[in-house]
T-cell receptor, first 113, second 111 residues
Framework: ETGVTQTPRHLVMGMTNKKSLKCEQHLGHNAMYWYKQSAKKPLELMFVYSLEERVENNSVPSRFSPECPNSSHLFLHLHTLQPEDSALYLC????????????FGSGTRLTVV | GQNIDQPTEMTATEGAIVQINCTYQTSGFNGLFWYQQHAGEAPTFLSYNVLDGLEEKGRFSSFLSRSKGYSYLLLKELQMKDSASYLCAVRGGGDDYKLSFGAGTTVTVRA
């Protein structure tokens, strides 16, 4: 247990479905991140929230919609996804500034059919 | 932009030593991290270097040369449980606290 919890661990959804991924951290961190991890590729930064404000959106398609209601919770809302969106979605948290790195959750393995 | 390169795969024998290299070209530099990720699990922190030199932590050591844009992770006395993916990540300079990652190196330890 890393202190960052992601649910669900696995998700299979059709292209017309709507689902949400949830991330929760109990580390007192004030920055949270969504990354996409595809096989043999670097982690792709999708969204960054600092103090509950979205500070970065790396040209992510609008079918991905993040939400950060407070500093401990982060959601990724999914709708009308494509098969190429199948990947491992990792949530991480950190102190916004400082020498620490990230603490990651175990990820949600998403399969779009 | 950020460019971080590391080998895709490495194989070694139990009890041996393996060195995973990472080269980076980034806009600014404020530290380099190594993470270990077992299949289906979260990446976990292994080491952090911000100054040149070697940081040793048990069987794992990490080296940094900022002038060369180069780091390596050294795994000694390999064990089967060390089979995993190893991610090199760099934090940019200034107020940029975000990490940029390499694609990871999959290490397979054979008996």
């Amino acid at each position: 247990e890393t202190g960052v919890t992601q649910t669900p661990r696995h998700l299979v959804m059709g292209m017309t479905n709507k689902k949400s991924l949830k991330c929760e951290q109990h580390l007192g961190h004030n920055a949270m991140y969504w990354y996409k991890q595809s096989a043999k590729k670097p982690l792709e930064l999708m969204f960054v929230y600092s103090l509950e404000e979205r500070v970065e959106n790396n040209s992510v398609p609008s079918r991905f919609s993040p939400e950060c209601p407070n500093s401990s919770h982060l959601f990724l809302h999914l709708h009308t996804l494509q098969p190429e969106d199948s990947a491992l979605y990792l949530c991480a948290s950190s102190q916004e500034k400082g020498i620490g790195g990230y603490t990651f959750g175990s990820g949600t393995r998403l399969t779009v059919v | 932009g950020q460019n971080i390169d590391q080998p895709t795969e490495m194989t070694a024998t139990e009890g041996a030593i393996v060195q995973i290299n990472c080269t980076y070209q980034t806009s600014g530099f404020n530290g380099l991290f190594w993470y270990q990720q077992h299949a289906g699990e979260a990446p976990t922190f292994l080491s952090y270097n911000v100054l040149d030199g070697l940081e040793e932590k048990g069987r794992f050591s990490s080296f940094l040369s900022r002038s060369k844009g180069y780091s390596y992770l050294l795994l000694k006395e390999l064990q089967m449980k060390d089979s995993a993916s190893y991610l090199c990540a760099v934090r940019g300079g200034g107020d940029d606290y975000k990490l940029s990652f390499g694609a990871g190196t999959t290490v397979t330890v054979r008996a």
